[in-house]
């Protein structure tokens, strides 16, 4: 059974950085052929994506966090990254980790994110 476990929310000031991880485990086919994401949602509004890494390493970023957040991956260690910097009240939310390997598609627990003013 895939899973996949966040790791690394918590609280920061404006300003600050905090670095997201998310471990996958139990594939039977290699990471590097999986799309990963992290996707977040605030409190009474919908998720949304915030950055993809295919699985040739190209990146996509919601326009509120390009410049400030990256996604990164290391297959050999079967985790994918957010490193948020210069974070915003407004970044508060819970982050979810998910995998895409059509059809299926794979999603962590979340870890939440909270930035102070």
């Known amino acids: 059974q895939v899973q996949l476990v966040e790791s690394g929310g918590g609280l920061v000031q404006a300003g600050g950085s905090l670095r997201l991880s998310c471990a996958i485990s139990g594939t039977n086919f290699p990471i590097n052929t999986m799309g990963l994401g992290w996707y977040r949602q605030a409190p009474g509004k919908q998720r949304e994506l915030v950055a993809l890494?295919?699985?040739?390493?190209?990146?996509n970023y919601a326009d509120s966090v390009r410049g400030r957040f990256t996604i990164s991956r290391d297959n050999a260690k079967n985790t994918v990254y957010l490193q948020m910097n210069s974070l915003r009240p407004e970044d508060t939310a819970a982050y979810y980790c998910a995998g895409f390997r059509p059809p299926y598609e794979y999603w962590g627990q979340g870890t939440q994110v909270t930035v102070s003013s």
């Open positions: 890494i295919n699985s040739g390493g190209s990146t």
